[in-house]
């Protein structure tokens, strides 16, 4: 088992920078392919990112490429998820997932993976 911890997010204002931290217990985390989600209020959670077990392969959401990377230090069990160019609509609770992968798949639907934080708001002002 996993579990995680979201930290860094905040008020900031458009076009601003975040950084997204999860931190990740138990010995087995490079095991697990990692995910950034989030869900805005009145709106369905959201795939953001992901990345494979050895960050070798990553995928986002449309909306958020060549703005924001995912990242992992398997050392520190750890996943990031950079943010840059910061927009209103990025408003929305941010949540680390994980999932048990046994090859470099990465899951973009909610409902494969198994472990997730508590969440992190991130509030984009205009």
């Known amino acids: 088992q996993v579990q995680l911890v979201e930290s860094g997010g905040g008020l900031v204002q458009a076009g601003d920078s975040l950084r997204l931290s999860c931190a990740a217990s138990?010995?087995?985390?490079?095991?697990?392919?990692m995910g950034w989600f989030r869900q805005a209020p009145g709106k369905e959670l959201e795939f953001v990112a992901g990345?494979?077990?050895?960050?070798?392969?990553?995928a986002y959401t449309d909306s958020v490429k060549g703005r924001f990377t995912i990242s992992r230090d398997n050392a520190k069990n750890a996943v990031y998820l950079q943010m840059s160019s910061l927009k209103p609509e990025d408003t929305a609770v941010y949540y680390c997932?994980?999932?048990?992968?046994?090859?470099?798949?990465?899951?973009?639907?909610?409902?494969?993976?198994?472990?997730w934080g508590q969440g992190t708001q991130v509030t984009v002002s205009s």
């Open positions: 997932a994980a999932v048990l992968a046994f090859n470099s798949q990465i899951w973009r639907s909610e409902n494969e993976y198994g472990y």
């Open positions: 990345c494979s077990r050895s960050a070798g392969i990553t």
């Open positions: 138990g010995r087995t985390f490079s095991m697990y392919s």
